[in-house]
């Protein structure tokens, strides 16, 4: 079963954690100097925020799957629907190990696509990594966090860093 994701950017970590504790009815799940994340399951949503230097507001959406399969159909129907994606394997992010598989949509929204499969002691590999096309090669491609390909109207703008 797959699991909606959601990650905003706040300024105050403390604060946000507080208000969301009281809509939520719950206590984050995983609580770290600059992060905080929630996995519900009434709604069934991976919620995270985090204060990391960045405009506050939502940074990306996603799905969560439960396996590496869910996320394989996932990606490819990406691929099939025209969409240029970054892949990553193996990264770490947001205090986890994941593979992932970003794009944007016709909108411009960042989304991501993702399995985990354990934990990280670090929030993240590359975290201001520059993921143009034309910036983007293989080292870049597979430790960024958190990175999302470029719209191609704006390939010479730097996307949006980590989770």
Known sequence: MKRMH???SVPDLAQSIRFYESLFGAAPSVVKDDYAKWMLDDPRVN???SERER????DHIGIQTDTSEELA???GRLKAAGAETFDQTATTCCYARSDKSWVRDPAGVRWETFYTFGEATTYGED???DLTPAAAGADAATSACCGAPAPAEAAAT???SCC
């Open 6 to 8: 959601l990650h905003v």
């Open 47 to 49: 919620f995270a925020i």
């Open 55 to 58: 405009e506050p507001g939502v």
């Open 73 to 75: 159909v996932l990606a």
């Open 127 to 129: 975290e201001k990594a």
């Open 158 to 160: 730097p996307a949006a």
